[in-house]
């Protein structure tokens, strides 16, 4: 299962950003989908992830701010990112878990990551 995401770049604080992620495949049932980033010098840590039936969690420092959305019919999901900051400025990488029937086979796959800067 390959994922593809698009819509990072530079981006001025406080403008917004829209981050999209692709799976393709065939039969796929996808469960959980999220964004991760890793920043400069830091860990890779989960930003927001959502469930096949709607429900999200977020890291605390993008609640209020950033909002992870799906479609399901297209296995596609979003990263909203309003009033970006500096400290948001990552590669972004999108997983997504789920069946394979076609595969026969769970899998577990990432994108190449999109990177996002976010100037002052």
């Known amino acids: 299962v390959q994922l593809v995401e698009s819509g990072g770049g530079l981006v001025q604080a406080g403008h917004s950003l829209r981050l999209f992620c692709v799976a393709s495949?065939?039969?796929?049932?996808?469960?959980?989908m999220a964004w991760y980033r890793r920043a400069p010098g830091k860990q890779r840590e989960l930003v927001a992830s959502?469930?096949?039936?709607?429900?999200?969690n977020y890291t605390d420092s993008v609640k209020g701010r950033f909002t992870i959305s799906r479609e399901n019919a297209k296995n596609t999901v979003y990263l909203q990112m309003n009033t970006p900051k500096p400290e948001d400025t990552a590669v972004y990488y999108c997983?997504?878990?789920?069946?394979?029937?076609?595969?026969?086979?769970?899998?577990?796959?990432w994108g190449q990551g999109t990177q996002v800067t976010v100037s002052s």
């Open positions: 495949g065939s039969l796929l049932r996808i469960g959980t």
């Open positions: 959502i469930t096949f039936g709607g429900n999200t």
């Open positions: 997983n997504a878990e789920g069946w394979s029937f076609s595969a026969k086979s769970h899998f577990n796959s």
